[in-house]
């Protein structure tokens, strides 16, 4: 009997759930909007870095960036990566990439240097188009003065790219 209790109140549930006019496929567990999309599109993000004063080119940041944009929504989402004809498009380029001192030491040194990246993000929603957008993104990583870029670049990169990109995926899929 007790079985019976927990069928009917599951039966019950599901149909209140519908009768409400909620869409299982139009939300998913992490509570963005969708809407009708089912693909997207992030195009290569060229590195113009250098076009900005005092920017360094980093080789290989495009692609890595690019890449890891893809993979956080391919992770966070139920939608399809594909190359042309997308729902959601993301494109855009890094605009700057460069290396600032921030604290000094009593001898008027750098104490601690600041890595700082920004992209410049167009994001085109073809199934809600009053939510597309141009916007940029910033991010920096501190690190020792004392240590090379190289030693820490891909801490770096990492804390970095897993900023701006769930920043890119806050501002196109929760602000629709």
Same mark, same amino acid.
Do not use: W
């Given at each position: 009997?007790?079985?019976?209790?927990?069928?009917?109140?599951?039966?019950?549930?599901?149909?209140?759930?519908?009768?409400?006019?909620?869409?299982?496929?139009?939300?998913?567990?992490?509570?963005?909007?969708?809407?009708?999309?089912?693909?997207?599109?992030?195009?290569?993000?060229?590195?113009?870095? /250098?076009?900005? #004063?005092?920017?360094?080119?980093? *080789?290989?940041?495009?692609?890595?960036? =690019?890449?890891?944009? +893809?993979?956080?929504?391919?992770?966070?989402?139920?939608?399809?990566?594909?190359?042309?004809?997308?729902?959601?498009?993301?494109?855009?380029?890094?605009?700057?990439?460069?290396?600032?001192?921030?604290?000094?030491?009593?001898?008027?040194?750098?104490?601690?240097?600041?890595?700082?990246?920004?992209?410049?993000?167009?994001?085109?929603?073809?199934?809600?188009?009053?939510?597309?957008?141009? /916007?940029?993104? #910033?991010?920096?990583?501190?690190? *020792?003065?004392?240590?090379?870029?190289? =030693?820490?670049?891909? +801490?770096?990169?990492?804390?970095?790219?897993?900023?701006?990109?769930?920043?890119?995926?806050?501002?196109?899929?929760?602000?629709?």
């Amino acid at each position: 009997m007790n079985n019976l209790k927990k069928i009917v109140f599951f039966l019950l549930t599901i149909t209140a759930i519908q009768s409400c006019g909620f869409n299982v496929n139009y939300y998913n567990l992490t509570g963005i909007d969708l809407g009708d999309a089912k693909t997207f599109q992030v195009n290569f993000f060229k590195n113009y870095a /250098s076009q900005n #004063s005092g920017s360094t080119i980093e *080789p290989g940041l495009d692609r890595d960036f =690019t890449q890891a944009l +893809q993979e956080l929504l391919l992770n966070q989402t139920k939608l399809d990566l594909t190359t042309s004809n997308s729902d959601l498009l993301y494109e855009g380029e890094i605009v700057e990439y460069k290396i600032s001192p921030m604290t000094a030491t009593a001898q008027q040194t750098a104490a601690q240097n600041r890595l700082t990246m920004t992209v410049n993000v167009r994001f085109f929603n073809h199934t809600k188009e009053d939510s597309d957008f141009e /916007s940029r993104f #910033s991010f920096f990583f501190d690190y *020792p003065a004392n240590a090379m870029l190289q =030693t820490v670049k891909n +801490q770096a990169h990492h804390e970095i790219f897993e900023r701006l990109t769930q920043e890119i995926f806050n501002k196109s899929l929760y602000d629709i």
